[in-house]
């Protein structure tokens, strides 16, 4: 509630396309994420792409509503739109993969992981190119290991389970080594216990379940 009260202050001081857009999109973040109110951190979104003149600031918007869609259980409208950015050459990069993180999503709750997959090695290289330089409007590269982390998950969901296993493990390594996030190392902490549960070790999943939860 404190984020939304500043973010809130400060949004009729914007004078900028880039500002109004940076505050769209972390009032909409801590309103899904964080407060649970999706409703209003997708009027947050929509009310920004109407007052943003520059279309590569309105597309980067729409992916980040594209990923809210996918997120609130309706995979049909976020992959429809979601192909529509990612079929788009005049797309930036950075809101395109915001889009095939949402459809990788939406591929996975829909039954379609072997497509969920295919779609994750199409723009992981793209995720990695951009890896060590910051994005316009996102706070830190990480856009690269949400996409990896989906197709572990997605490999998993397709019966692939080695594979899947040492996706999760080589994630949860680098998680845990780089210390990006505690966030993070629990995500992936979280994944790759649900592997070695699939795999029917339940006490090595255990564990992991544990670690999660201490890390957040």
Avoid: C, K
């Amino acid at each position: 509630e404190a984020a939304e009260e500043l973010l809130t202050s400060i949004q009729q001081h914007a004078t900028t396309d880039a500002e109004r857009a940076a505050l769209a999109i972390a009032l909409a973040r801590n309103r899904f994420w964080g407060l649970g109110r999706a409703a209003a951190a997708e009027a947050a979104l929509r009310e920004a792409e109407a007052a943003v003149a520059d279309a590569a600031l309105r597309d980067e918007l729409v992916g980040q509503r594209i990923r809210l869609a996918s997120a609130s259980a309706r995979p049909r409208e976020a992959l429809a739109a979601a192909r529509r950015l990612l079929d788009d050459p005049g797309a930036r990069d950075q809101a395109r993969l915001q889009a095939a993180l949402a459809a990788v999503e939406a591929l996975m709750t829909s039954g379609r992981s072997e497509e969920a997959i295919a779609l994750a090695d199409r723009w992981l290289p793209v995720a990695q190119r951009s890896r060590d330089a910051l994005p316009l409007l996102e706070l830190a590269p990480v856009i690269e290991l949400v996409l990896a982390s989906e197709r572990a998950i997605a490999l998993r969901l397709a019966g692939r389970l080695v594979e899947a296993t040492d996706s999760s493990q080589a994630l949860y390594h680098r998680a845990v080594t780089e210390q990006a996030s505690a966030q993070n190392g629990a995500v992936e902490a979280s994944s790759l216990a649900y592997m070695w549960l699939a795999r029917g070790r339940p006490r090595t999943a255990l564990r992991l379940f544990r670690e999660s939860a201490g890390r957040l």
